[in-house]
């Protein structure tokens, strides 16, 4: 690696995956139908880790785009348009930037996209059956997001070699 911006970019990834992980372990818990501070408690809990998995993983997905000098998408459809833009190949002129995301990751990525928009702007009805896909998809980026970033990292940014 000769980037030192990579260090955030795998800090934002360790958040990221942390979230995801306990949002899994939240939703087994359960307690969302309580009609208590306890439900409440357990519903947001679920909804905010969420929220904030997805947002670290934006953070690092974003980062990664500027240590390659491409423009972050904004606007109204930025959050859908960062998950395609890092989904795939982009070709320059002398230079082919393979996708950062794997197909299997990329899906699991926009699944959470459409969670953390339902949590943001729908969370007064809030359904946990109908999270099960969501959740699934949290479990694999739990494990499965750092490495293949990484993964792409070492072939964009190889680490450097010490000369023995």
Known sequence: MTDAR????????????????????????????????AGYRATMALLHAMQSAHASLEGALKRVLEILGEEVPAGEHSHSDLVKRVSREVKTPGHVRPAILPPEVARDVDESRRFRHRATHDYDS???????????????????????????????????????
Not at 7 to 33: K, M, P
Request: glycine fraction near 4%; charge should be negative; include cysteine.
């Open 6 to 37: 990579w260090i955030e970019v795998e800090d934002n990834l360790d958040s990221a995956c942390r979230h995801f992980g306990n949002a899994a372990q939240l939703y087994d818990e359960g307690g969302f139908d309580a009609d208590d501070i």
């Open 126 to 164: 809030f359904d946990p059956t109908l999270a099960v896909a969501s959740i699934q998809a949290a479990r694999r980026l739990a494990t499965n997001l750092k490495p293949c970033v990484l993964d792409f990292r070492d072939k964009v940014d190889p680490p450097a070699r010490t000369l023995d």
